[in-house]
């Protein structure tokens, strides 16, 4: 296995020839760990292309593999596989995803157990490669904040939802909302609305990263709407800065794992008369309160 940094880019390395199955080694896994942990994204190639239950596999041994909840858009065998892909067949999309610009996010943020790293790989693209996935470093960007924002952010919880429409209303807010502490045991794919500390850490590295994104946040707690909305566009400039962003192009066979809690994501518009199909697998933490623990010990402090 060999890690070489993307030239040019500000996060980001290639590996080659990992094995990309449920084998995975102990240290080869902590290998990738250490590696994600430095680079943010990690583009696997030179590899076997892993079948259905070797991806799920690999992904597995980073934590737990929540189903999708899909009936359509996911691998019929394994619903926890999410089909990503614009292919109609028989006029019936087969996964979920379209040729159109996707917004800034990172998957999960609107669950009480959110996502710890992704895994996205290419089944079918066009000879352009299809839409690029963007990562932008939110760590970086909590690092370049001035000390007194930073020290606010760490007072600010944001409501987070899958759905949009609900920012200013009281009474809808908390529909379908679950928080962390409302109940024993929260199982993996509950709640499509919850609240989320402003400021995330990374339990294994102790960085911070600035947990709101443009999709799924749709206001902080502590402030009004007008000022919750004005501090969120300040924060969501940060995605799509060059000097912060990752802009990867698709080629055959790439598999990318990355960093959930402290990068964003997108994707680019591509002709929708292009045929594109990415297999994908989200690791949530194992412990739901681990990338919280630091900002409860410093609010009690
Ligand atoms: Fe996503």
Redesign the pocket.
Known sequence: MEITPIPGAPLGAVVHGAELSGDLDDTSLARILDAVDQHLVLVFRGHRDPTDEQLLAFGRRFGHIPKTGLTTGANPVHNEILIISNILVDGKKIGIGDAAW?DW???YSFRPRVSQL?VLAAVELPPSGGGQTLFTDMYAAYDSLPGELRARLHTYRARHALRSGYEDTIEEEYQGEVTIGATAAIQPEDGTATVHPVIARNPRTGRHSVYVNPLNTKRILELDPAASKELLQRLWAFPGTPELTYRHTWEPGDIVLWDQLGTL?AKTAFDPDERRMLRKVVAIFDDPVEPWRAWQAEATT
């Open positions: 996707m996010h990172t998957d992704g994501h």
